[in-house]
């Protein structure tokens, strides 16, 4: 195989030797199930509760997706407005920072009793948690923009609109799908934490359940599908990141090969 194939190939190898010495270790040592359930038992439970995992994955995608859609509209424009003025940087900065600091586990009970025990608490906690990485790539984008260039460009005749939609739009795309990438992670552990709180449904509210009835394979199972679904938006992210922003990367990646 050449060194393509291989690298293609790897994280597949990687994900297989890790079962399999998960299952080595589970079974060498007789590990107690409820400590931690061997791979093979969390398999067994995913065939055997598969309509539960599959409606409970459902509801965790969507309220996922919704906080996010949610955090890439209003992270977007706020990450503009911040950048568009150095008074306007400096002085919402330290107010994200403090909101940001602040654990969203301590903002859900706020949030159900505002709106309940459901889905809107899931969804605006995973817009909470996701949303400031978008903004500051944005604001950073925008800010990384020459004072030269600047010059030049007014000199020209360009005004402040002008260098922000020809020239600062395009400069932080980079940073924009690489804040993507970080903040649909981020939005799946918003949700579950909502979930494991205060829900009726979804993954999170599942593995309480599991866990309250000591079926610990299937809260595993919860946990690999979680998982699962974090890596499967991040590498579409990343295929639109090389599909919209290749040309940022172009250089740095023949440059490694």
Known sequence: MNTNTIERLSPWLFTVAMFLIWELVCRGFKVDPFILPAPSQIFMAMGQYWWPLAKNSFVTLWTT??????????????????????????????????????????????????????????????????????????????????????????????????????IGIPRTQPYLFGALKVAITLAFVGTVVSETIAANAGLGFLMVQAGSNFQMPLVFAGLLLLAAEGIIMYVIFAYIESYFVGWAFRSSMSAAA
């Open 65 to 166: 997706l919704a906080g996010f859609a949610l955090a890439v509209v209003f992270g977007i424009v706020l990450g503009l407005v911040v950048g568009w003025s150095r008074t306007i940087y400096r002085g919402l900065y330290p107010v994200m920072i403090g909101f940001n600091s602040v654990p969203k586990v301590a903002v859900v009970p706020i949030l159900v009793i505002w709106f309940g025990i459901g889905e809107i608490p899931a969804i605006l906690t995973a817009f909470l948690i996701s949303f400031f990485p978008i903004v500051v790539n944005v604001a950073t984008g925008l800010s990384t923009i020459e004072p030269e260039l600047e010059d030049v460009l007014r000199a020209l005749g360009a005004k402040k609109l002008d260098i922000m939609l020809k």
